[in-house]
């Protein structure tokens, strides 16, 4: 099946860790895009990559890491600067046009608790 | 940053009911204008891409238009049925951004 996966479904995170989220697409996109969800409010962008070895900051990303060593991969990494990091962590990935973004789909995303 | 925004924020019509929300974004450097829907526990799922102004696009029941001198899109669902239920995301786009500025939503609820 061709689609996005993010792992883990759940994680949680002590005070001080690092912690990585998962985010793998077979669908030969170009672009990955990382997202953050809180309680009412919209999508906001943490980081993005339009090619291999190439990212952007987005909206939000103090905090976050990111690296993009693999076409298919977009790992985020929730590093200990980011001091409120509960939240719903949503992956995308598009085709892009002249690097306009086209359609945008989406994992399942990660729920991130701190303990 | 630019201000993308959903209205209203919750809706909660009978089955049957005919029902439109609006998503206003700023009318310069207009690219594109998206619509997701986002179901509980299921991914935010593309509904339509709009880049023309006085484009409509219409999929069963839920069509869309936009008027991009004036900075709105409004997303229409007629005859709402159980199954419409979910989370009505519009996502801006500029001529010069490779990225999607989404608005906060529109939650939709549909009961027998």
């Keep these: 099946d061709g689609g996005i996966t993010q792992s883990p479904k759940y994680l949680f995170r002590k005070e001080g860790q690092n912690v990585t989220l998962s985010c793998e697409q077979n669908l030969n996109h170009d672009a990955m895009y990382w997202y953050r969800q809180d309680p009412g409010q919209g999508l906001r962008l943490i980081y993005y990559s339009q090619i291999v070895n ?3 900051k987005g909206d939000i990303a103090e905090g976050y890491s990111v690296s993009r060593e693999k076409k298919e991969s977009f790992p985020l990494t929730v590093t200990s600067a980011q001091k409120n990091p509960t939240a719903f962590y949503l ?18 995303g990660t729920r991130l608790l701190v303990l | 940053i630019l201000n993308v925004e959903q209205s209203p924020q919750s809706l909660h019509v009978q089955e049957g009911d005919s029902t439109n929300f ?13 619509w997701y829907r986002w179901e509980t526990a299921k991914s935010p799922e593309a509904l339509f891409v ?15 238009t936009l008027n991009t001198k004036e ?6 669902i007629k005859g709402s049925q ?29 009961t027998l």
């Design chain 1, 91 to 108: 992956c995308a990935s598009s085709n892009t046009n002249r690097g306009l973004v086209e359609t945008q789909y989406f994992g399942p």
């Design chain 2, 71 to 76: 900075g709105y899109s409004y997303l229409y």
């Design chain 2, 50 to 64: 709009m880049t023309l102004n006085g484009d409509e696009k219409k999929k069963g029941r839920i069509s869309a």
């Design chain 1, 54 to 56: 190439d990212f952007q």
């Design chain 2, 22 to 34: 609006t998503c206003s974004f700023p009318s310069s450097n207009f690219y594109a204008l998206h």
């Design chain 2, 82 to 110: 159980p199954e419409d239920s979910a989370t009505y995301l519009c996502a801006f786009m500029t001529g010069t951004a490779s990225k999607l500025t989404f608005g906060t939503g529109t939650r939709l609820q549909v």
